[in-house]
RNA sequence: CGGGGUGUAGCGCAGUUGGCUAGCGCGCCACGUUCGGGACGUGGAGGCCGGAGGUUCGAGUCCUCUCACCCCGACCA
């Protein structure tokens, strides 16, 4: 389809850069499903974009698995790894495929997302050519790049608890839920009226908000009910809080509970916000940096696969041969090469020839 | 497609060598007491035991067939 049209649009130079990029539900025959991971249908979003330079068309792939990772670790605070796919874990029909790496909770390796730098192999493939600013024919120079709901279960995996869903504040659809504590009416009408300032005066900060003063609940089933949402911040408001003029803050990351004055309280809930969101992101990265294991022989290799998991730093022969041997005995994969790589020289844990870099193997989802 | 498993109340499950009114937890309904971590008490409602056939005086339980779902493996983002 995208070609097809490409192949009707682009006629000279003049038409380069184009780019399209569509939402699309796609559905799949799946061997096995696994809920977000892997299902049959599932939504993503697949730009495509054609260039009049190699240059060009590369520069197109690594940003766009820029775009991704910064979505990924700013929004997400999920610390990814940027890096290149090896032949064999590389998207048929691209030149090089980039891709951004991220480490669940239960040590197992996900991607994230992908961009691909196509060189001229689709150009060719569907006759997409044009004309160049000196008159000569060319093929086009094409990328690709996708994400899809993928990321939603990316996002469970790498925060959530045993108490539920633990989601960053810069995407939590409500960042604060309000709950009032109370033992009668009066206590209850007394307490809406504080409520409800405080939810406005936080709404016109631009904090999304929720005050649950449902009386079919009581206040202890809301706040397990809302850590299982995932909600970042929870403020508790009694009849100690009206004397005292304070109200309870708990956070969703770490589970601790704060009393805070309510005066300047949007200022205090503005910053906690962006604290939650760091530190998520630290948690997850030193979790993640801790799960990077360099091992230097092939024993050690299966041994810290085993017991730990993770990424794994080896050297590798550069062969599919190799890779291929260690996905069958292990399960594990190439996950990429990252784009920062130290050269470094070495021996491949797996066939001892020479190798001048490491390489991060896991298994994956 | 191979291997394993499960179908019993809304959900999760128990149910002995076949035995008489099929139980338990959660949830649900009513009332009362509660309400700062998924409250407690009392009372109550709710079941073609996945489906069909068979054995038997008697089947949730045994046999045959059938349907559905789940897990593991060859797949894959």
């Given at each position: 389809m995208i070609w097809n049209t490409y192949k009707s649009w682009i006629r000279s130079y003049r038409d380069l850069p184009l780019l399209i990029n569509q939402w699309a539900n796609v559905v799949r025959w799946e061997m096995r499903t696994r809920l977000f991971l892997r299902t049959a249908e599932f939504l993503?979003?697949?730009?495509?974009?054609a260039h009049a330079s190699s240059i060009e068309a590369m520069d197109e792939a690594r940003k766009m698995l820029d775009v991704y990772s910064i979505f990924a670790e700013e929004w997400?605070?999920?610390?990814?790894?940027k890096g290149v796919k090896t032949a064999n874990e590389r998207f048929a029909g691209a030149v090089e495929t980039f891709?951004?790496?991220?480490l669940m909770q239960d040590g197992k390796a996900i991607q994230a997302g992908t961009s691909h730098f196509l060189g001229q192999n689709f150009a060719k493939a569907f006759e997409v050519t044009f004309t160049t600013n000196e008159n000569s024919i060319e093929y086009v120079w094409a990328?690709?790049?996708g994400v899809s709901t993928r990321l939603v279960g990316t996002l469970i995996m790498a925060h959530s608890d045993d108490k539920g869903l633990i989601l960053p504040p810069k995407i939590a659809p409500t960042q604060v839920v309000?709950?009032?504590?109370?033992?009668?009416e009066e206590q209850l009408t007394s307490i809406n009226e504080k409520a409800v300032a405080i939810k406005n005066e936080l709404l016109l900060r631009g904090i999304t908000v929720k005050y649950d003063n449902d009386e079919k609940q009581t206040p202890g089933w809301k706040f397990a009910e809302y850590e299982l949402k995932g909600i970042p911040l929870r403020i508790g408001i009694g009849p100690r809080d009206l004397e005292s003029?304070?109200?309870?803050?708990?956070?969703r990351d770490d589970l601790t509970k704060s009393t805070v004055p309510m005066k300047d309280l949007a200022e205090l809930i503005l910053n906690l916000l962006d604290e939650i969101q760091i530190s998520l992101y630290n948690r997850a990265l030193a979790f993640r940096d801790s799960n990077i294991t360099a091992v230097e022989t092939y024993e050690e290799f299966k041994k810290v696969l085993e017991e730990k998991g993770g990424f794994?730093?080896?050297?590798?022969?550069?062969t599919s041969e190799t890779e291929n041997k260690i996905k069958e005995e292990t399960k594990a994969t190439i996950r990429c090469i990252p784009l920062d790589n130290p050269q470094q020289e070495g021996r491949c844990i797996y066939s001892g020839e020479k190798?001048?870099?490491?390489?991060?193997?896991a298994q994956a989802y």
């Open positions: 993503w979003q697949e730009g495509h974009t997400m605070a999920l610390p990814v790894i891709c951004i790496e991220a990328t690709s790049w309000i709950i009032p504590i109370y033992k009668n003029q304070t109200v309870e803050l708990a956070r794994i730093s080896a050297h590798w022969d550069g190798s001048n870099q490491r390489v991060l193997f």
